[in-house]
């Protein structure tokens, strides 16, 4: 098992680090095609592991003994002693594009996560992982005439690649009894290129390209808490909340103008820079979870970004005066509403058809983004899963966790429709690494 985890791990980083390549031939292998993703920091990812994913990602008040809950550090408390977890996932998804009367598909395939976790102490649960934090992958173009007269046509091409990735290191804590707090200490990384390009049928205009690029390199905190309220012996309600403080990601963003003259070929290069220009929201969130025998749990979340407090580098001209600042205009608040739930008929149960795990989930999202003045797309996503238990001689602990995902991307009049189905399959390896063996 322990090879088996490490071959997984070095997979998984390969994965990563060779997984921000945007779009080939109509295919992705960053996560997205989303023209969205040329906006602020990305298509954001829904950082759940195998078992959230069936349910659409809610988790803000599920405690499990078995499985890693990332979405609330202060459930690592409710891990089983003796056990170490390890869940690794991936994600294949198709996607459809409608525009008015035209439509495109795409196809892409992202590694998601790894996480691991382990009971340290009595009531003390210790969880290490990495997770996408957003992704970026575009191609396009669109072409016209410049003027009434159709003798001069215009080409803009659009293209980006890049992404965010974190890794974490967390804890969560039983400080009494039904009372756990947790925290996760995380490093987020990565960089983006968008360049935008404007080319003319007459050699005589000249080619303007502007590109766009950033590096992150930062630690950012994120805070956990749950109380747990029994009813009855077989009934009893999790409240949860999460906390995450605002961030400066230590970022000089930068853009690069260059204006080429056909005819000579000459290239005049003006290079902007704004300091400290990328920030992450302050973010907080509540859930319940009503666990009724650990054979029924239906849950509850929300979630709230204020990216509304804070700007994104934007370059403009205004009187023929370009510059590249902070527009304080670009970010709307995001709140996500989400709801799921899981049936298992008998956890203990012999029988592999006993021990399985169904799973649903829907989740609404506003938008965080605004463009041209205009609200970017909400999302409106709908999930199913299952949880296969591994049972054979040598384990009866793992799971196989498969779900699949619809999600629905839908803005303004005039701007992009995206529809996408999603296939998430996750391994969660169970092992009794500290059971002390007695021989008689």
Request: aromatic residues 14%; hydrophobic residues 35%; proline residues 3%.
């Amino acid at each position: 098992m322990r090879r088996i985890c490490s071959i997984a791990l070095m997979a998984a980083l390969t994965l990563t680090a060779n997984g921000q390549s945007a779009n080939d031939n109509n295919i992705s292998y960053s996560g997205t095609n989303s023209p969205y993703s040329q906006y602020g920091l990305g298509e954001l990812a829904d950082q759940a592991s195998g078992f959230n994913r069936g349910m659409n990602g809610v988790g803000y008040g599920f405690r499990e003994h078995n499985q890693v809950n990332h979405k609330n550090p202060a459930a690592y408390s409710a891990l089983d002693s003796l056990t170490f977890l390890f869940d690794a996932g991936m994600t294949g998804q198709l996607t459809n594009f409608k525009e008015g009367n035209k439509k495109r598909n795409a196809k892409n395939a992202d590694f998601d996560y790894v996480v691991a976790a382990f009971r340290a102490f009595k009531g003390v649960g210790v969880s290490v992982g990495l997770f996408p934090y957003s992704n970026i992958g575009y191609k396009y173009s669109n072409t016209g005439y410049v003027n009434d007269l159709n003798t001069v046509t215009y080409t803009n091409t659009y293209r980006g690649s890049g992404g965010f990735r974190q890794v974490f290191l967390g804890a969560g804590w039983e400080v009494v009894k039904n009372l756990s707090i947790g925290a996760d200490i995380s490093y987020i990384w990565g960089d983006y290129e968008r360049a935008i390009t404007n080319s003319y049928s007459d050699s005589y205009i000249n080619t303007i390209s502007k590109y766009y690029t950033a590096e992150v390199s930062y630690f950012t905190l994120d805070f956990g808490i749950q109380y747990t309220l029994p009813i009855n012996k077989n009934n009893s309600i999790t409240v949860g909340a999460v906390f995450s403080p605002k961030q400066d990601l230590n970022a000089n963003p930068e853009c690069m103008v260059l204006s080429t003259n056909s005819p000579t070929g000459v290239t005049d290069t003006v290079s902007y820079k704004v300091s400290k220009g990328l920030k992450l929201p302050m973010t907080i969130g509540g859930g319940i979870c009503f666990n009724h025998g650990n054979s029924l749990k239906v849950g509850a979340d929300y979630q709230l970004q204020r990216w509304g407090e804070i700007g994104f580098p934007d370059y403009s001209v205004v009187n023929d005066n370009p510059s590249y600042e902070i527009n304080n205009n670009y970010f709307s608040d995001r709140h996500r509403f989400t709801v799921g739930g899981e049936y298992c008929k008998d956890e203990n149960g012999r029988s592999r058809m006993s021990r399985m795990r169904y799973r649903l989930g829907a989740s609404y999202t506003t938008p965080y983004l605004k463009i041209n003045g205009y609200n970017g797309p909400k999302e409106i996503s709908v999930s199913a899963g299952v949880g296969i238990p591994i049972i054979n001689e040598h384990n009866n602990r793992s799971f196989i966790n498969i779900s699949a995902q619809w999600v629905n991307q839908k803005a303004s009049a005039g701007m992009i429709d995206v529809n996408s189905f999603r296939i998430n399959l996750g391994i969660t390896f169970n092992e009794r690494w500290f059971q002390k063996w007695k021989v008689e």
